[in-house]
């Protein structure tokens, strides 16, 4: 039995709120539709009247304003976020993936670590994990060795993008004590001096800090990410902005 009122089709357990001819394609039509379902073309808004002035989005959910039940949202299963399509930006954001997002609580480590899997090279059957480094700046780092030189040549795109002033050397001499000191530098090159002259050969690491955004804020006053002091813009943060699993 089939019922259609003003743009309101109910048919054989199916329900559509749409213009004339708009059938969802993953809900099906005809013989082949999917029973007990429904699709409304939206925006659709529940809950309180009165918590959304305007359409903010394609679903609005308020708070309950008949049972004053506790919570607008609540999730039996996995859920998963489109990253192509948009984002979640909420400051009280609990549990969304079923991987704790709440920031609020007494525990550290409320994001997961920031790594890598892949399968082992050399070991049949087993898999090899990494996690990055942190610390507090947006570091860069280059290293390699240099052998009957005494200058350190720095990646030409490090113009613009390391602050110069915040470069710091590691030299480990090889073979033998050789004595290397850093006698200035440059955006350009790092100069060394070895004992005596002597020709320097030498693995070096050599880190910057990036001038291309604001200095990060290390500490701040607040329960959740959203409450950065600095430019949200410059940062991706794991757990908030993205990587919401069901582990």
Known sequence: MAYILD??????GQLIVAEAGEVPTALGDGVG???????IEGPLQVGNTGDFTSAEGTVMIGADGNMETAEALKVKGGVV??????????SNLKNVTGQSCDFTSSKINQQSWKGFDIKHPNKEGHRLRHICLEGPEAGVYYRGRIKNEKMIRLPSYWKGLVNIDTI????????????????RWDDEFIYLQGQGG????????????RIDGEKLIIEYEGDTPDKYPGDQSQYSISGYHYDRRTL
């Open 33 to 39: 539709k999917v029973r007990h379902s429904a699709y």
């Open 198 to 209: 002597m020709p320097i050969n030498c693995f070096y690491h050599v880190f910057g800090e």
């Open 81 to 90: 976020v489109d990253p192509a399509r948009g984002d979640i930006h909420d």
């Open 168 to 183: 710091t050397v590691q030299l480990q001499p090889i073979g033998a004590h050789q004595n290397i000191i850093i006698k």
């Open 7 to 12: 743009e309101v089709w109910v048919n054989n």
